[in-house]
Structures are given as C-alpha cells and as structure tokens.
C-alpha cells in the first residue's frame, strides 16, 4: 500500500477580511500571499493544486514557478458557495439564520448556497485525483471537509479547528482497498 504526503494550505489574508467570501474572487494581500510562499519553502511535495480564486491561485502558481514543479487548478477545491451571504460580515446575517447554519449546515444551507454535504462531495472528488506528494492551497472551509472526508468526522469536530491564514496540515494519506481515502495526521 502506498501513501502520499498532502499538504493543505489556507490562502493569506483576503483584501477586506472577516467576509463570507465563498466563491467570490476576492485576492489576498500580497503580504499574506508572500507569507504562503514562505510557508512552503520548508515542505516536500511533487506537485501544487490549487482552487481557481486568486487568493488561492496567485500563491499557488508563485510556489510552484520556484520549485519548478506542476500546478494544477482544480475548482473543486474551492470555498463553500455562502449564496446569498457572499460578501457579508457574519454580524450582517441575520442571526437566528446564521445559528442554524452552524448547527445543521445541511438542513439549513445560506438562501442559494451550498450544503456542507456538497462541499464535501466535492471536496472528495478533488482528493481523489491527488497524486504523488502535493500541496494544496485552498480554503478554511475545503480544508475542513478534507478532514472531514479522510477522517470520518462531523461538520462540528472539524469547525474546531483553528486554521489562519496562510497555515498547514500536513497528513500522510493512504488509499485503501475500496478505493477510498483515509488518512493519518503525520
């Protein structure tokens, strides 16, 4: 059985953060995007994927032009789609809404945006085309479903974690037998 070594990579901070960017192509500070190109200097990998924004992009495509490696843009990694939320502060949903969302984000989708089962599905898919030891940088919210797909997890256990800008999973990933993946924090 051979693994591979997946790095997952938050983009930097966004131009006006704090905002359900969801799919909106909304770039990074070109601080923060340097700060992601720091961030990978010290990390092995074959290849470089990335959603299709510019905040994930832009790092991408700098990351894998210095290491003279492959990038590959695959739009299912990018952020959940917030619908009608995208753009706002979580203070300008309204509150009751934004509650259930958090609690059931299934039953209770932002109004013309993507359920978290979704997001995961694509997600799913996204891993399942890595090959060979790859970093990805992609989005606080495809990043959780990574982890939520690899290691079974709830939508309430991965939102636990605390992913800043331009931070790193690193995991060591196997596929098994029914040719699903699972993983293994490294």
Same mark, same amino acid.
Request: aromatic share 8%.
């Given at each position: 059985?051979?693994?591979?070594?997946?790095?997952?990579?938050?983009?930097?901070?966004?131009?006006?953060?704090?905002?359900? !960017? $969801?799919?909106?192509?909304? +770039? #990074?500070?070109?601080?923060?995007? &340097?700060?992601? /190109? *720091?961030?990978?200097?010290?990390?092995?990998?074959?290849?470089?994927?990335?959603?299709? !924004? $510019?905040?994930?992009?832009? +790092? #991408?495509?700098?990351?894998?032009? &210095?290491?003279? /490696? *492959?990038?590959?843009?695959?739009?299912?990694?990018?952020?959940?789609?917030?619908?009608?939320?995208?753009?706002?502060?979580?203070?300008?949903?309204?509150?009751?809404?934004?509650?259930?969302?958090?609690?059931?984000?299934?039953?209770?989708?932002?109004?013309?945006?993507?359920?978290?089962?979704?997001?995961?599905?694509?997600?799913?898919?996204?891993?399942?085309?890595?090959?060979?030891?790859?970093?990805?940088?992609?989005?606080?919210?495809?990043?959780?479903?990574?982890?939520?797909?690899?290691?079974?997890?709830?939508?309430?256990?991965?939102?636990?974690?605390?992913?800043?800008?331009?931070?790193?999973?690193?995991?060591?990933?196997?596929?098994?037998?029914?040719?699903?993946?699972?993983?293994?924090?490294?």
């Amino acid at each position: 059985m051979s693994g591979f070594t997946l790095h997952l990579m938050r983009h930097g901070a966004p131009q006006r953060p704090g905002l359900l !960017l $969801g799919h909106r192509d909304e +770039p #990074a500070l070109p601080s923060e995007t &340097a700060k992601c /190109v *720091a961030r990978a200097e010290g990390l092995a990998f074959d290849s470089v994927v990335s959603s299709d !924004l $510019g905040r994930t992009l832009d +790092p #991408a495509r700098q990351v894998a032009a &210095a290491r003279d /490696v *492959a990038h590959r843009v695959d739009a299912d990694w990018r952020e959940l789609d917030f619908g009608a939320w995208t753009g706002l502060a979580a203070a300008e949903v309204d509150p009751a809404a934004y509650a259930r969302f958090w609690d059931d984000p299934d039953a209770h989708a932002p109004p013309g945006g993507e359920t978290w089962s979704a997001l995961k599905t694509r997600v799913a898919l996204a891993l399942g085309r890595i090959e060979g030891d790859t970093l990805v940088v992609t989005h606080a919210g495809a990043m959780r479903a990574a982890l939520s797909v690899l290691f079974h997890m709830e939508h309430r256990q991965v939102w636990a974690f605390d992913l800043p800008y331009a931070s790193v999973l690193t995991l060591r990933v196997w596929p098994d037998e029914a040719a699903q993946i699972t993983g293994l924090i490294a």
